[in-house]
T-cell receptor, first 112, second 117 residues
């Protein structure tokens, strides 16, 4: 079983819609959860992180964490074609918080 | 915000050459940096954790003698791909965390695209 699981996609949404990206993790003791965006040929860039149950909003992005279900999601409101990228979910290791486990990423296509 | 600089961004060289990649934390001190490799259309693969002033910790299957890591200061880690061969061609990315607190994210450099002819 992988530490972090994501649906590889592609997830296609029309411009202006809400994109919902999901991630599950296996270690119940994980503390911090991160969402990165990676454009093709580029390195990942941090979108946001969350470590408390519930929702955290930053502009058009909302991260949702449910530790009981070991589930973290990212909602993108008013999706734009420029949001088309691969979104990586990352979880830090309980025993060594320096070490992150990355999912394989979900490819998002926002169609004009 | 935290900035990580990686250099060079692109390297093309002949088989057998050794290539050094630098990773710098520009506005914070990083006792720990990370080196990843990513093949086309595949996920990030952690190669090693670079520790300032001590030996790097390599992930299983990564050759220590092939990928030499040096973390001589709190703002600089280097990865040297020794005697590179075409199968070493990949996208190499470093990252670093700010040391304060367990919830700090990793910040990535822009990556180095290595092509071995």
């Amino acid at each position: 079983q992988k530490e972090v699981e994501q649906n590889s996609g592609p997830l296609s949404v029309p411009e202006g819609a809400i994109a919902s990206l999901n991630c599950t993790y296996s270690d119940r003791g994980s503390q911090s959860f991160f969402w990165y965006r990676q454009y093709s040929g580029k390195s990942p860039e941090l979108i946001m992180f969350i470590y408390s149950n519930g929702d955290k909003e930053d502009g058009r992005f909302t991260a949702q964490l449910n530790k009981a279900s070991q589930y973290v999601s990212l909602l993108i409101r008013d999706s734009q074609p420029s949001d088309s990228a691969t979104y990586l979910c990352a979880v830090n290791n309980r025993g060594n918080f320096n070490k992150f486990y990355f999912g394989s990423g979900t490819k998002l296509n926002v169609k004009p | 915000g935290a900035v990580v600089s990686q250099h060079p961004s692109w390297v093309i060289c002949k088989s057998g050459t050794s290539v050094k990649i630098e990773c710098r934390s520009l506005d914070f001190q990083a006792t720990t940096m990370f080196w990843y490799r990513q093949f086309p259309k595949q996920s990030l693969m952690l190669m090693a954790t670079s520790n300032e002033g001590s030996k790097a910790t390599y992930e299983q299957g990564v050759e220590k003698d092939k990928f030499l890591i040096n973390h001589a200061s709190l703002t600089l880690s280097t990865l040297t791909v020794t005697s590179a061969h075409p199968e070493d061609s990949s996208f190499y990315i470093c990252s670093a965390r700010e040391p304060t607190g367990s919830n700090q994210p990793q910040h990535f450099g822009d990556g180095t695209r290595l092509s071995i002819l």
